[in-house]
């Protein structure tokens, strides 16, 4: 199974920033990479006049798009799936998969933090799951600090860590 | 598992509108449906701007979206999956899932074909799996007719042969 970590940060703290740079390190290097966005209040993918949305409308409770090249579900819960459920079913031929959000779920984290965002404390001041802060402030913490521009040196931490044996 | 039943037809010979109408009909009845929409040249749902789209961009081979009450994934693919792969992975707590297309593999069909239609000609004229069609036609075919308006004698037909038993 791929290995898990999030990143995390409150809003606007500049995490799809983050995963934008750390993306393309981590393809470079070979690996199979796979995201999670968490959406604590419900996202909006699909689009008026398309035939996945006329299904979606007239009542299909999971509407699936397949071609030769790729692969597209959304599909209706009762409740909401664990890191771990989407992992398995879903993302399970990945080497690494990097959450956006998720800052209640178990998973290594890393969070970014901005002098200029925000938000005035950090996230995971006392989270044991925190494994790496992404920030432009000076910070006593006892973990590996990476800069915002960093990206490079967050991916070797990554693959040192994490990615060896795949 | 779920029962499955291909709607085919030419193209623009109303298989999306034909599901349109079919699939309250299955939902008023207490049935949980699903669909799978086959795209033999790709499909487009992601729009740009989004952060599922920054996901993608940036690398993600796979971008799962989560919340409380939806998921959606969108993953490219090297190789087409199978109707039993992404039933199995996807779908697998329907009662019925509903394909538009996949006129090549073996689920039962229904075929829909319309007199002021693209295509002289039906598609599954000699396909075994064919078990009814939907038509302004009058047409001598070893399987039940329907009008194009006929969903709720569909349906009960659909119910009655497939559905008794979940």
Request: proline share 4%.
């Amino acid at each position: 199974m791929p290995v898990v970590i999030s990143i995390v940060g409150k809003s606007d703290s500049g995490k799809t920033t983050l995963l934008e740079k750390l993306l393309p390190e981590i393809r470079k290097r070979g690996y199979r990479v796979g995201t999670i966005k968490h959406h604590a209040h419900g996202f909006d993918l699909d689009h008026e006049g398309k035939d996945s949305w006329r299904h979606k409308r007239a009542g299909s409770q999971a509407v699936a798009l397949s071609s030769p090249a790729g692969f597209a579900l959304i599909k209706d819960l009762e409740q909401e799936l664990t890191i771990d459920e989407i992992v398995e079913n879903c993302l399970a031929d990945m080497d690494i998969v990097l959450t956006e959000g998720y800052k209640k779920e178990g998973k290594p984290k890393i969070e970014i933090f901005r002098k200029d965002g925000p938000h005035k404390d950090i996230l995971c001041k006392d989270d044991k799951t925190l494994i790496a802060m992404v920030t432009d402030m000076e910070m006593r913490i006892p973990v590996p600090c990476f800069g915002l521009e960093d990206t490079v040196q967050l991916a070797d931490f990554l693959e040192k860590r994490y990615l060896r044996d795949k």
